[in-house]
């Protein structure tokens, strides 16, 4: 009987939801009616006529390709979808590493770089991100030398227009790497000293075929980079904030969760001959994985959802390309639609797998 009602009361609470849903929706239909306005998604095969600083997009036959004025809105969304996409997988990664730095460095033994990552952890979780990411772009990337007099790092250029990476390219040493990774893969259980097989499998492809990858130069022109990859300061200033940000809340949770494992735990790693290091990595950390997945994945939500702040510093994202979609056409309500429904999509996918990430690495227990 418990069960029963429980269930009777959320379906009750979703079909209020829904109720409401469809409510809002069918008053503004109405409303849009009145004004001689039809609700409508055609307007999306319209062709767009604006330009984005960068992204991509993609067209039947063509696949994917640079966003060009002449193609449609929806083509335009998807290119700002794009973009959201690339700087949330880039934060998740950058964030989750530097937050595990920060963390180490809050438990450390040394006053100098616990007070270090104290001050961090509390100088950035209480600044608005709005504002660090005006820091970013007004105040650092902004501030760069001049394209012409911009400064030539390992084969990189960097001034006010970004960072312009060297090409990469993958050269016939790149199979020595994939023998020896499959090699690798084949000892994984064959021992200590299952890796010596593969690290000379991987000099004698390197000797003999060369570096795995190739990296070209960037040509400086004198109206911009010839070849490479362009970080422009608005996906910079983006992805840094996002990654500074976030790093901070994910240090805590990632610090809580390490000392949320067990004293005992410490102690016999250190009383079975391992290291203070191989302890932590080996026999500490892997538990406090299990404890810190789930708040993890809140912050995960919360950038993914804070990639919309980049409407401030001009970077081309999903909500930016929404508003310009929304000003020209007057399709402001069918259109947030789509954009709620884009950024739902984006979080339950990344909530799905963490949880599927959750699953595999839960304790089981047998009764």
């Known amino acids: ?93 950058a964030a989750s590493l530097l937050g595990l730095l920060v963390a180490m460095g809050r438990l450390s033994g040394n006053p100098l770089a616990r007070g270090l990552a104290f001050g961090y952890v509390e100088l950035v979780r209480n600044t608005p991100l709005l504002l660090q990411l005006f820091v970013w772009y007004f105040g650092l990337l902004l501030k760069l030398p001049p394209w012409e007099k911009g400064l030539a790092l390992a084969g990189a250029y960097l001034s006010q227009r970004g960072l312009v990476l060297p090409e990469v390219t993958l050269a016939p040493g790149a199979l020595g790497l994939l023998g020896a990774v499959l090699l690798g893969y084949a000892l994984r259980k064959a021992g200590r000293w299952a890796w010596i097989g593969p690290l000379l499998a991987l000099v004698a492809a390197w000797l003999v075929l060369g570096p795995p990858i190739r990296l070209v130069p960037v040509e400086v022109g004198p109206f911009g980079p010839r070849g490479g990859t362009s970080l422009t300061p608005e996906f910079a200033a983006l992805l840094f ?74 970077y081309p994202d999903l909500f930016s390309v929404y508003s310009t979609v929304a000003n020209q056409s007057g399709r402001s309500l069918e259109a947030i639609l789509l954009v709620m429904g884009v950024y739902l999509s984006l979080s339950l996918g990344i909530s799905a797998l963490v949880n599927v990430y959750n699953r595999r690495v839960a304790l089981r227990w047998k009764l």
Do not use: C, H
């Not at 960068?54 to 063509?62: D, I, L, N």
């Not at 001959?273 to 994945?297: C, E, H, K, N």
């Open 1 to 93: 009987m418990p069960r029963l009602r429980d269930l009777v009361l959320q379906a009750l609470v979703l079909g209020l939801v829904a109720w409401g849903l469809a409510y809002l929706v069918g008053t503004a239909k109405a409303r849009m009616a009145a004004q001689g306005i039809p609700f409508s998604f055609a307007f999306l095969s319209q062709e767009a006529g604006f330009s984005l600083s960068e992204g991509v997009t993609w067209s039947q036959g063509e696949g994917l390709r640079p966003y060009y004025p002449s193609d449609t809105y929806w083509q335009a969304l998807l290119a700002g979808f794009f973009n959201t996409l690339r700087v949330t997988v880039l934060g998740l990664v």
């Open 241 to 314: 904030g996002l990654t500074v940000y976030t790093s901070a809340f994910i240090a805590e949770v990632i610090r809580g969760a390490i000392l949320a494992v067990p004293r005992g735990q410490w102690e016999a790693g250190l009383s079975l001959g391992l290291s203070p290091r191989d302890t932590f990595f080996l026999v500490i950390l892997p538990q406090a994985v299990r404890i810190a997945v789930p708040p993890l994945a809140n912050q995960y939500l919360n950038l993914a959802k804070n990639t919309s702040l980049g409407v401030g510093v001009g």
